[in-house]
């Protein structure tokens, strides 16, 4: 299976929304909950859960909506929990000319796939 971050850019509003399709988390956490910085040209998305209550792994589709971006080049970092070795979701993106896209990598481990 696949992660993937889908991102769209208002530039009127000045929005960056990122939805990041498929991120792991336990299946009864008691929050899910985003920490988003920049630094220089890099937004940096952090992904953290509460308590989980189950002793399993789920799959979510996660909104993300950034203010204040401006219609620039930026490196996107996704700092996902549980992710080790599996390839990271960081990609560079020039939302003045791709105000929509893409990017996902493969998962192979529990939850995606066995």
């Not at 040209?41 to 992904?47: H, L, P, R």
């Not at 929990?81 to 893409?102: A, C, H, Q, T, Y």
């Amino acid at each position: 299976d696949m992660g993937c971050i889908h991102y769209s850019y208002n530039e009127t509003t000045r929005e960056l929304t990122l939805q990041h399709i498929n991120a792991a988390f336990n299946c009864c956490p008691d929050s899910i909950y985003c920490l988003v910085s920049e630094l220089n040209d890099t937004i940096v998305v952090e992904e953290f859960e509460g308590m989980g209550l189950c002793n399993c792994m789920c799959l979510y589709d996660l909104d993300i909506k950034i203010e204040g971006v401006f219609p620039k080049s930026y490196y996107i970092q996704v700092v996902e929990p549980g992710i080790f070795d599996d390839e990271k979701l960081n990609f560079g993106v020039d939302l003045s000319m791709d105000p929509s896209g893409d990017y996902c990598v493969p998962r192979n481990d529990y939850p995606w796939g066995i």
